[in-house]
């Protein structure tokens, strides 16, 4: 029985060998992790922003907002000044501004929370100039006129 259980450990070790588990050095590691990253560094870069929206990409760099959201509501928005926008946490913040045909002075920060084409991925926030408090209807009035038109801007993509 010892004869056959060193026969067993002898052909393990063998296997182990052959496999590259005992018998590299740290010398050979070394090479090996060198000749890995020079594959990677002659890999070609992605370098245009079309490259953001890609599904293979670091999620640190992916754009995660629905893209007819994003410009619907820059589109029924269109008459407020925009301070500043971010495509990667998907806030644009307007600065005041009047409707067509309106009295009152509005700015919004609008998020798109999701790449779905849904009412959960959109939320508007409204301020009257003044800091005044704006009504729940006109909230709703106003993520619904985005959400129609993005429904629009999708339909008409399709259409291509």
Request: with cysteine.
């Amino acid at each position: 029985m010892y004869k056959h259980a060193r026969k067993a450990m002898v052909l393990g070790l063998v296997l182990l060998t052959g496999c590259g588990v005992l018998g590299t050095s740290p010398e050979r590691r070394a090479a090996n992790v060198a000749a890995n990253e020079a594959r990677a560094a002659a890999e070609p870069r992605r370098t245009t922003v079309w490259d953001l929206f890609s599904k293979n990409t670091d999620a640190n760099v992916t754009v995660r907002v629905n893209k007819y959201i994003w410009n619907a509501s820059l589109d029924v928005l269109d008459f407020l000044p925009i301070e500043s926008v971010d495509p990667f946490t998907g806030v644009i913040v307007t600065g005041y501004g009047r409707p067509p045909g309106g009295g009152r002075a509005y700015r919004a920060t609008i998020y798109v929370q999701d790449p779905a084409l849904d009412a959960r991925s959109l939320r508007v926030a409204l301020q009257g100039q003044g800091g005044g408090a704006v009504a729940p209807e006109t909230v709703s009035a106003i993520e619904d006129a985005i959400l129609a038109r993005a429904r629009q801007m999708r339909i008409a993509d399709s259409k291509l």
